[in-house]
């Protein structure tokens, strides 16, 4: 078993059995013992900081104390055992914001049980991962920003790796059908608007899958209907008449398609489904074993 892990098995059985999760009579001890458990001797011997003033305006005021700064990589907010660290996303963004020159990489909601790891620089909305306490000794990669090496962390939500994975794929896909096409043409280069037709089609996909996995698809359509394509079924008919349905004002009374409603905003306006192969579907396959809702559909529209 090596250092780290010996380390970070040590700081999960003396949480498990010392800390009651008591915010203000704990919080240090508990900090003290995480930073051990990466090989420094003490939150102070890494050059980290307790109860950092963080100044409010040019007047100097102070709005608060930042329970442990480390700049430039580390912004630790710590709240007591069972606490919805939820609420306090605005507080830990507040002094985040706050505190420059060096402002930190990372910020860190903690309540003893949980760690909510931010990257501000990626995304806003939701922490790049989330860590229970007991899971620390095998999701030790999510924290790497820790080690004195500087080694990449891997976080499982982060929006942005899973939006460039996405959009590699689908890339791939963009250019299996215009070689395909091309070929079909007798080598002769697609047109602007065909190749506008590829794309519009692949970004209606993509968006049917992302509404279902954030719910707004009923009972798995999407991947019931790709499953039918791929056991033979046209996915000209059956794709672009789900294409056509979510234009459709209202929502759908019966049939294949029942419960499906009105996707307003312009990209299903024009529906020109492309028969896919069976190679093309199974990338399609491929996508949908991911998490759509984790993609940033905004920044795959732009860069796609």
């Known amino acids: 078993m090596d250092n780290n892990l010996v380390n970070l098995t040590k700081f999960i ?8 999760g008591q915010e203000r009579k704990e919080a240090q001890i508990f900090l003290d013992r995480f930073f051990q458990a990466f090989g420094y001797n003490s939150a ?45 996303y605005a507080q830990a963004f507040e002094y985040w914001s706050r505190l420059v020159p060096d402002r930190p990489r990372y910020v860190i909601l903690c309540n003893f049980d949980q760690f909510w790891i931010f990257d501000f620089d990626l995304q806003l909305d939701e922490p790049v991962d989330i860590v229970k306490i007991e899971d620390l000794s095998h999701r030790q990669s999510a924290f790497n920003f820790m080690m004195r ?7 499982k939500n982060n929006q942005v790796e899973v939006t460039e994975k996405a959009g590699r794929r689908l890339g791939e896909l963009f250019q299996i059908l215009q070689n395909r096409l091309n070929s079909v043409h007798q080598a002769r280069s ?28 009923p009972n ?9 394509c791929l056991e033979g079924g046209s996915n000209y008919d ?11 004002k209202g929502v ?9 409603e009105y996707f307003n905003g312009g990209l299903f306006a024009t529906v020109e ?16 074993k991911n998490n759509m809702s984790k993609i940033r559909v905004i920044i795959f529209w732009y860069n796609f």
Request: aromatic share 8%; glycine share 6%; with cysteine.
């Open 13 to 20: 059985h003396f949480c498990q059995n010392n800390i009651t």
């Open 44 to 88: 102070l011997e890494a050059g980290a900081k307790y109860e950092e003033a963080i100044k409010k305006d040019s007047l100097k005021k102070n709005s608060g104390f930042a329970d442990l700064v480390w700049k430039p990589k580390l912004l630790i907010e710590m709240k007591k055992r069972g606490e919805d660290l939820s609420k306090h």
């Open 149 to 155: 090496s500087e080694v990449k962390s891997i976080f």
């Open 190 to 217: 697609l047109t602007a608007s065909n190749t506008l037709k590829i794309q519009r089609f692949i970004l209606q996909c993509v968006l049917a899958m992302f509404a279902e996995d954030r719910g707004l698809l």
């Open 220 to 228: 798995n359509l999407f991947i019931r209907c790709v499953e039918e």
């Open 238 to 248: 059956i794709l672009g008449g789900l294409f056509c349905e979510m234009n459709n």
């Open 252 to 260: 759908t009374p019966a049939e294949k398609y029942q419960g499906v």
């Open 273 to 288: 489904a492309i028969e896919f192969s069976k190679t093309e579907i199974e990338i399609l396959v491929t996508m949908l």
